[in-house]
């Protein structure tokens, strides 16, 4: 069972790190890729160069044995859109069963995403809450085309390959890429909010130092 987070990661910090940990204690992956963007369609372009961004993310994940970054979409270059990404991976991997981790906050937009209705075809949906986000709904109160597609058993998202809604429980992290950044230009400390290879990295190529825009 292959786990997948996508996202700017600029730079990586542990609001990415701790969710995923959560999920991987609870879901227990064979693998979890991180895939950053090249260009993200719904936001801004990233500050930090692709080969940045890289390797901040090869330097976050060298105490994760079980998570590996995946340079896909940098190299495809173009918009990053989730559904080329998910048959590029359907293509290397098979049947193999494809989980992608999403924020509620993005789960909640989910129907402004390009070929959104393809995205069950193609994998489950792991949910996760975040800071001032609702908890997770009931089936009920979800979309039409999610009820009735939770599951309960991580049994079942392993013997399948897709379709399926899984709501995780995290420690919410009130972390962002823009937070950090905005200290970093003004020069105060991120001390705890990225790990440490990842802020000595930062500094040496005096990467965010100027003020956002």
Request: contains cysteine; aromatic residues 8%.
């Amino acid at each position: 069972m292959i786990g997948i987070l996508g996202g700017t990661f600029d730079p990586i910090h542990y609001g990415h790190l701790r969710p995923a940990q959560d999920v991987q204690r609870a879901l227990k992956f064979d693998q979890l890729r991180f895939i950053p963007a090249a260009n993200p369609p719904h936001r801004e372009a990233p500050v930090a160069t692709a080969a940045q961004r890289l390797h901040m993310i090869e330097l976050a994940l060298a105490d994760f044995p079980e998570f590996v970054c995946d340079d896909r979409e940098i190299r495809r270059g173009g918009p990053s859109y989730t559904v080329p990404t998910l048959e590029s991976l359907r293509e290397e991997l098979g049947e193999q069963s494809l989980c992608l981790l999403l924020g509620m906050d993005a789960f909640c937009c989910l129907e402004t995403w390009y070929q959104w209705q393809r995205l069950l075809e193609l994998a489950h949906l792991i949910v996760m809450p975040r800071p001032g986000w609702p908890p997770p709904p009931t089936d009920a109160s979800l979309p039409a085309w999610a009820r009735g597609k939770v599951c309960g058993d991580s049994d079942e998202l392993r013997q399948t390959n897709s379709g399926r809604l899984w709501f995780q429980d995290v420690t919410l992290q009130d972390i962002s890429g823009t937070r950090i950044r905005n200290a970093i230009a003004k020069g105060e400390s991120v001390q705890g909010l990225l790990p440490d290879a990842v802020w000595e990295y930062i500094r040496h190529e005096g990467i965010y130092q100027g003020p956002e825009e």
